[in-house]
T-cell receptor, first 114, second 115 residues
Framework: KQEVTQIPAALSVPEGENLVLNCSFTDSAIYNLQWFRQDPGKGLTSLLLIQSSQREQTSGRLNASLDKSSGRSTLYIAASQPGDSATYLCAVRTGGTSYGKLTFGQGTILTVHP | DGGITQSPKYLFRKEGQNVTLSCEQNLNHDAMYWYRQDPGQGLRLIYYSQIVNDFQKGDIAEGYSVSREKKESFPLTVTSAQKNPTAFYLC??????????????FGPGTRLLVL
C-alpha cells in the first residue's frame, strides 16, 4: 500500500527566505508526482506535475525534484513571499488498477511572515 | 470561464438525515472524483466515475452514494449510515480516467457539519 509522508507538518519563515518542503513515498512504482497548493477553506490548485521519467520541473519561483528510486521529492520555493502562505500537498499516482490511484500526503502548512 | 463548481459552501446535517452535495463541471471532462479531507490529513477517495452512468468505490465509500446521469454532474449523497460525516468534501475532474499524464482539477469544496 502506497503511503505518502510530508515533512515538516508546519513551517514558519520570514519573507525572502528560500525554503524546501519534503515528500516521501513508500512504493517507487509511480506514474507521476504532483505538488498542490491549498488556501484555507478552498480547493486544490496544481503547482507542478513531474512524470516518473523526469527529474525536476520548474515554474517561476518553484522547483520540484523527483528521486523515484529513493522515494523522495522536494519542493523548493525561492524568495518566499507572504502570498505563498498556504498548505502544500504532495500526491503520487500509482498503477495496479485502471484508475491509477492518487495518494496524498497530509500536507505542510507554510506561513511566510513579513 | 471553465471550471468546477460545488454547492453549497457550507452544509449542516441533522441526525438520521441524508444530504446531497452538488458538483458541476464545464470542462468537458470524462472522469470525476469525490474526496474527503479531515484536519491534518491528506485527501481520501470516496467515489470516482470514468464515464456517464458508471462509477466505482474508492477507499472510503461506506455511508456515501453517487450518481452520474450527466457528464457535467456528479452529486454525492452522505447517508445516515455515515457516522462521522463532518469533513471538507472536494470534487475533482480529469480529461480522461486512464490518462496518467493529466492532472486533476479541483472544485472549491463543501464543508459539512453535523448539528
Amino acid at each position: 500500500k502506497q503511503e505518502v509522508t510530508q515533512i515538516p507538518a508546519a513551517l514558519s519563515v520570514p519573507e525572502g527566505e528560500n525554503l524546501v518542503l519534503n515528500c516521501s513515498f513508500t512504493d517507487s512504482a509511480i506514474y507521476n508526482l504532483q505538488w498542490f497548493r491549498q488556501d484555507p477553506g478552498k480547493g486544490l490548485t496544481s503547482l507542478l506535475l513531474i512524470q516518473s521519467s523526469q527529474r525536476e520541473q520548474t515554474s517561476g519561483r518553484l522547483n520540484a525534484s523527483l528521486d523515484k528510486s529513493s522515494g523522495r521529492s522536494t519542493l523548493y520555493i525561492a524568495a518566499s513571499q507572504p502570498g505563498d502562505s498556504a498548505t502544500y500537498l504532495c500526491a503520487v499516482r500509482t498503477g495496479g488498477t485502471s484508475y491509477g490511484k492518487l495518494t496524498f500526503g497530509q500536507g505542510t502548512i507554510l506561513t511566510v511572515h513579513p | 470561464d471553465g471550471g468546477i463548481t460545488q454547492s453549497p459552501k457550507y452544509l449542516f446535517r441533522k441526525e438520521g438525515q441524508n444530504v446531497t452535495l452538488s458538483c458541476e463541471q464545464n470542462l468537458n471532462h470524462d472522469a470525476m472524483y469525490w474526496y474527503r479531507q479531515d484536519p491534518g490529513q491528506g485527501l481520501r477517495l470516496i467515489y470516482y466515475s470514468q464515464i456517464v452512468n458508471d462509477f466505482q468505490k474508492g477507499d472510503i465509500a461506506e455511508g456515501y452514494s453517487v450518481s452520474r446521469e450527466k457528464k457535467e454532474s456528479f452529486p454525492l449523497t452522505v447517508t445516515s449510515a455515515q457516522k462521522n460525516p463532518t469533513a471538507f468534501y472536494l470534487c475533482a475532474s480529469r480529461t480522461a480516467h486512464l490518462d496518467m499524464q493529466e492532472t486533476q482539477y479541483f472544485g472549491p469544496g463543501t464543508r459539512l457539519l453535523v448539528l
